[in-house]
């Protein structure tokens, strides 16, 4: 599958402090419960205390501090994606279940910043890029593994290794968005053992087709 994937800076790398500030001031309006289109850049200064000069010496404007404020996070994700090993256990479906666990925990606590990702994406096309390259840097990992899986033969040859991909990691992110704005936490376990079984079972361990006839 060819890359489309933008390349960023390390999501690890630390901001600078006047920048962390700007960022901090962000998640704090949002998770109080601000809509990120109706935050001013005022709002923002003012929270953070800080000048106008200072948010354009560092952000061109507020879609970028929102993308700047949620690539550590994203990187976070694609690097679990990265380290996941079908191979390393028996019981893959229990272990992805406690995988996406702790995935849905992270969503979770950076639900406000994620839906405001989510908003901005479908109108403003540097959002959209950064969004869909993301995920598109996700479903290159899974594909990658099911591709290694399919080469040792523990995954059937039959399966369409890029569609798999595409179903598990695009409509993944659809159903936990969904699933976390719908609960109030209290079913997250079943969700994720749910969604650990329909990856493991459906696309990594999946029975071959017979041949008819």
Do not use: C
């Not at 659809?174 to 997250?188: F, L, M, N, T, Y």
């Amino acid at each position: 599958m060819t890359s489309v994937t933008r390349r960023r800076k390390d999501g690890g790398e630390r901001p600078a402090p006047t920048e962390a500030q700007l960022l901090a001031a962000v998640e704090r309006l949002l998770k109080r419960g601000e809509v990120f289109t109706e935050i001013s850049v005022r709002q923002i200064l003012e929270e953070a205390g800080l000048s106008r000069a200072t948010f354009y010496a560092h952000f061109r404007d507020k879609s970028q501090l929102l993308i700047r404020l949620s690539d550590a996070l994203r990187s976070r994700l694609v690097e679990m994606a990265r380290k996941w090993d079908p191979s390393a256990g028996e019981d893959g479906a229990a272990r992805y279940a406690k995988f996406f666990e702790e995935v849905i925990a992270i969503h979770r606590e950076n639900f406000a910043i994620l839906s405001a990702m989510r908003e901005l994406a479908s109108y403003d096309p540097a959002v959209r890029d950064f969004y869909t390259a993301d995920l598109e840097e996700f479903d290159e990992a899974v594909l990658r593994t099911l591709l290694d899986e399919q080469e040792s033969g523990s995954t059937p040859a039959d399966l369409d290794a890029t569609a798999a991909s595409r179903v598990i990691v695009w409509g993944g992110a659809q159903a936990i968005a969904r699933h976390i704005g719908v609960d109030d936490g209290s079913g997250d376990a079943v969700f994720a053992r749910e969604l650990g079984k329909i990856w493991w079972y459906g696309a990594y361990r999946r029975p071959a087709e017979r041949p008819t006839g």
